[in-house]
T-cell receptor, first 112, second 116 residues
Framework: DAKTTQPPSMDCAEGRAANLPCNHS???????VYWYRQIHSQGPQYIIH???NNETNEMASLIITEDRKSSTLILPHATLRDTAVYYC?????????????FGKGTLLTVNP | SAVISQKPSRDICQRGTSLTIQCQVD?????MFWYRQQPGQSLTLIAT?????????ESGFVIDKFPISRPNLTFSTLTVSNMSPEDSSIYLC?????????????FGSGTRLTVV
């Protein structure tokens, strides 16, 4: 699976949009971009995933560049409860049981 | 999506002893994954458990230290054997979510292990 690069930490004001970047320059054509987050002392939580089109769900939006070498996770209105470590993961898709490989992630701190 | 129950949620154990962690899923799943998260670190995959066959271990993890059972499609156990303080970590199990519009993974809430 392709490696990812994320900033170690970011801050965001409550109510503002949080934009978390991820670089995955070695991504291959059959690999998806997944985002998970881990709130302190809990198991990771799935947020969103995409292949090449932008995606949106009730939690977040995922913007993938046209060359697919980078992506941005957007939390449109961050709350204090969104403070967590956010992991960008690239892995093969297709519904098979491919393992997830976690990097160090980005610690997002939402400030009041 | 699948709901995972993991037991115990935490434990404090003496060095040299073993602890068995249970992971129960509310639906049948093909594979279950066991992760370790050392203090202040990211998650590291220990092994993949497939029902009816031996688990597949990642580099750096061996069956003698982390034996895994997978007796059926809804249950698995991970044993941490002959524990030392270096085994103090959070251990998590994970399964693939229901097929549908995504193929994300669901994680248990973890077992926080402290070895003294």
């Amino acid at each position: 699976d392709a490696k990812t690069t994320q900033p170690p930490s970011m801050d965001c004001a409550e109510g503002r949009a949080a934009n978390l970047p991820c670089n995955h320059s070695t991504i291959s054509g059959n690999e998806y971009v997944y985002w998970y987050r881990q709130i302190h002392s809990q198991g990771p939580q799935y947020i969103i995933h995409g292949l090449k089109n932008n995606e949106t769900n009730e939690m977040a939006s995922l913007i993938i560049t046209e060359d697919r070498k980078s992506s941005t996770l957007i939390l449109p209105h961050a709350t204090l409860r969104d403070t967590a470590v956010y992991y960008c993961i690239v892995r093969k898709g297709g519904g098979s049981n491919y393992k997830l490989t976690f990097g160090k992630g980005t610690l997002l701190t939402v400030n009041p | 999506s699948a709901v995972i129950s993991q037991k115990p949620s935490r434990d404090i154990c003496q060095r040299g002893t073993s602890l068995t962690i249970q992971c129960q899923v509310d639906s049948q799943v093909t594979m279950m994954f066991w992760y370790r998260q050392q203090p202040g670190q990211s998650l590291t995959l220990i092994a993949t458990a497939n029902q009816g066959s031996e688990a597949t271990y990642e580099s750096g993890f061996v069956i003698d230290k982390f034996p895994i059972s997978r007796p059926n499609l809804t249950f698995s156990t991970l044993t941490v054997s002959n524990m030392s303080p270096e085994d103090s970590s959070i251990y998590l199990c994970s399964v693939q979510r229901d097929r549908g519009t995504n193929y994300g993974y669901t994680f248990g809430s973890g077992t926080r292990l402290t070895v003294v």
